[in-house]
């Protein structure tokens, strides 16, 4: 959010980096400031199996993004878009284990 510039230009491939101007910088703040509110949520909702699962499934189109940018139109870099793909399996792997555990505390 503080630093979009430096985040992007080791983020995108070197062509479009001669396209970043500031809207391009907007929108890239705007993905970390809807991460902190994610945080944000999570750090003050009650987390019950439910909860656990409607994370996980609001995942799912992130794996669709992950695979526009790398597959159809891909203008991202090969490594951050792995790291992005990866960071959101451990994501949603980690809402359906809380969902499972809670499950199982309740029995």
């Known amino acids: 959010m503080v630093f979009p510039r430096p985040l992007l230009e080791m983020s995108l491939t070197k062509a ?3 396209h970043i101007n500031d809207s391009t910088l907007i929108v890239f703040q705007c993905f970390g ?6 945080g944000a949520v999570l750090a003050t909702c ?8 409607a994370f996980a499934a609001a995942m799912i189109p992130y794996f669709g993004f992950n695979f526009y940018c790398h597959f159809v139109k891909p203008f991202i870099a090969p490594l951050p878009m792995l790291a992005d ?3 959101n399996v451990i994501m949603s792997q980690i809402a359906l284990a809380g969902a499972h555990l ?3 505390k309740k029995k």
């Open 102 to 104: 809670l499950e199982q």
């Open 46 to 53: 009650r987390m019950t199996p439910q909860t656990y699962k």
């Open 16 to 18: 479009r980096l001669a």
């Open 85 to 87: 793909f990866v960071n």
């Open 33 to 38: 400031s809807q991460a902190c509110l994610v």
